[in-house]
């Protein structure tokens, strides 16, 4: 008689896929399901252990058009000269449109504290003349009332807005269900073990997303808490992996970190 699976309880069962072979008689199908269930599980743990870590993050207050400023301010820049490079525009030019009528050379020394002050300007202003020709104003409100797909494919038109900028833009302002896959993100998720390390953060996207409810909050807690993660604990070099509260649930850890078991720790040694 086929004795009853033995099914871990929390935490083990989080560590499923990353530690377990194939059971007997599995089918792939079989195998692929379970899978996918328990990258769901660690998924929800580990989202409800950055908010407990970290706390849950303010939502923002900007609105989209704002907002997508800000991140375009933001590429490859830390959030401190971020957000001064944006508090200095606000108050040279106090408003969009004058940001847009600006000179170039005006503009770019308003952000000059950014990374790549030179590209950012004119990009930033051709951006703002675009919408203001096409929507015959500066706002981008009517984003937040599109579907995602059709509010993401309209912003990804723009020279310099990729799909992370488009989905930062519709889930930290329009509060959409769109998950934007940055650096931390990315490297976090492979490290974890919830995405293959050779995928570009483009191809992660559907199948991160794919992972989380369609619920924005949850998905902004789970984002934030990555990138807040990846900026404290778990760096791109040198990982903190011993002050880790995701140890366990981590495929990184589990391979490079993870102290060897001694002779005499093991089931059955004699
Ligand atoms: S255990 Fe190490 S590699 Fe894994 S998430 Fe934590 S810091 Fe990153």
Known sequence: MRQKQHRPQWPARYAQTLFEGEAEGESPG??????????????QEITRRLV??????????????????????????????????????????????????????????????????????PRLQAILRQITAERG??????????????????LSRFEGVGPKTAACVLLFSCRQPVLPVDTHVH?????????PARLTPEQAQPILQALLPADARTIYNFHKGLVWHGQRC????????????LRDLCAYYAAHQRPAAKPGDQKGTA
């Open 30 to 43: 079989q195998r692929a399901e379970q899978e996918g269930a328990a990258r769901r599980l660690r998924v």
């Open 52 to 121: 407990a870590h970290y706390g849950e993050p303010e939502w923002s207050r900007k609105d989209p058009l704002s907002q997508l400023v800000d991140v375009l301010l933001s590429h490859r820049t830390r959030d401190e000269q971020t957000a001064a490079a944006y508090a200095s525009l606000r108050q040279h030019f106090g408003s969009w449109e004058a940001v847009r009528d600006a000179p170039t050379a005006a503009v770019e020394k308003a952000i000059a504290l950014v990374n790549w002050p030179e590209v950012k300007a």
């Open 137 to 154: 104003a500066l706002n981008l409100d009517f984003l937040c009332g599109l579907p995602v797909e059709e509010s993401l494919t309209w």
């Open 187 to 195: 490297r976090i998720s492979i490290r974890l073990g919830l995405i």
């Open 234 to 245: 778990c760096f791109f070099q040198r990982p903190r992996c011993e002050q880790c509260f």
